[in-house]
């Protein structure tokens, strides 16, 4: 009898010429973004989609040195909305990638917009979440950036399935589904009239399952919580809410201590792990073939408050 694989023996027999095409298709649109806009920025939160473009990015505008670095400067910035309700390991990984690449890195602190009095909260453990679309428009103002290049995927969710590669903003920094400019042939129409801003979605075709094929493949590295470790957590709503400052057990919960991984990292009021025991990408290759759930469909409370709740905070601004 022939002895068992494991998933390690296995996932380099799996085809990944798609990932090739996929790669290229980004490098692509990344170039195109640069090459249109006058002050684009390069959005990096340190969550696993932003650590993908941010190597798509130095392959499309650096020179490779060895598998895992690049020589040479990105010809945009960094920049990442902080809601001051990040995972602590998310930030401590943002600042320590950055800082080995040498880039520049632009924040914009939600806790500035609220000091500012352009955001209120209606209680101290309420979710920042939606708020961070004030944070994002005042961060474009104040640095002029005309494009934000961001990871957001078709698979994700209903309302990021609906834009296209180069998703148009007015004035108001709101998106408009029903007047999306047409995209034929790769032809892309950027054009931009005062006040106006673009936002691009280079793995816009990429599913979860590509983004841990490539992550794999490519050997990228990642804050510690998207794999598995043990962690406090509650049952609420079907989710596994994270023990932190910010969500609290309510009255009759009972706090469990459970090995979990994130599929998606944000504000702590809102984003849950997933019970699993996957420590490294290929384990997570293998658990992702089996899954018929969304990342975010399975771990953001604030997107089962309605089936339109991101699209509501798309066209107030939301990235």
């Known amino acids: 009898m022939n002895a068992p694989l494991g998933i390690e023996q296995l996932l380099p027999a799996l085809d990944h010429r798609h990932l090739d095409w996929l790669e290229e298709e980004a490098i692509f649109v990344l170039r195109e973004a640069v090459a249109a806009f006058e002050r684009p920025a390069l959005l990096f939160s340190g969550g696993k989609d932003s650590c993908v473009l941010l190597r798509l990015a130095e392959k499309a505008f650096k020179t490779r040195v060895d598998g895992r670095h690049f020589s040479g400067r990105l010809p945009l910035p960094l ?3 902080d809601t001051g309700h990040n995972f602590p390991e998310v930030i401590a990984f943002r600042d320590q990638r950055v800082a080995e690449i040498g880039e520049r890195l632009v924040v914009g602190h939600l806790d500035d917009s609220i000091r500012r009095g352009s955001v209120r909260l209606g209680h101290e453990h309420e979710s920042r979440n939606g708020h961070q679309s004030v ?10 950036f005309d494009c934000l290049i961001g990871g957001a995927r078709r698979d994700e969710e209903k309302a990021r399935a609906k834009e296209r590669f180069f998703s148009h903003r007015d004035s108001f920094g709101q998106w408009l589904p029903k007047e999306q400019r047409a995209e034929l042939w790769t032809l892309f129409n950027t054009r931009l009239r005062a006040g106006e801003n673009f936002r691009a979605f280079p793995i816009s075709n990429w599913t979860e399952l590509d983004v841990w094929l490539y992550l794999a493949r490519e050997n990228i590295p990642l804050p510690s919580l998207y794999y598995s470790h043990p962690r406090q957590v509650m049952r609420r709503k079907g989710l596994l809410v994270p ?7 309510l009255a009759g919960e009972t706090v469990e201590t459970l090995p979990v991984r994130f599929r998606t990292v944000g504000d702590m009021s809102c984003t849950c792990p997933v019970q699993s025991l996957a420590g490294n990408a290929a384990e997570i290759v293998a658990e992702t073939l089996g899954l ?3 990342e975010r469909g399975a771990t953001r409370l604030d997107d089962r408050s309605s089936d339109a709740s991101m699209e509501r905070r ?3 601004g939301y990235f």
């Open 79 to 81: 920049l990442h909305v």
């Open 135 to 144: 944070a994002l428009l005042e961060a474009i103002d104040a640095h002029r």
């Open 243 to 249: 023990l932190t400052t910010v969500t609290p057990p």
């Open 292 to 294: 018929t759930v969304s």
């Open 314 to 316: 798309k066209k107030e």
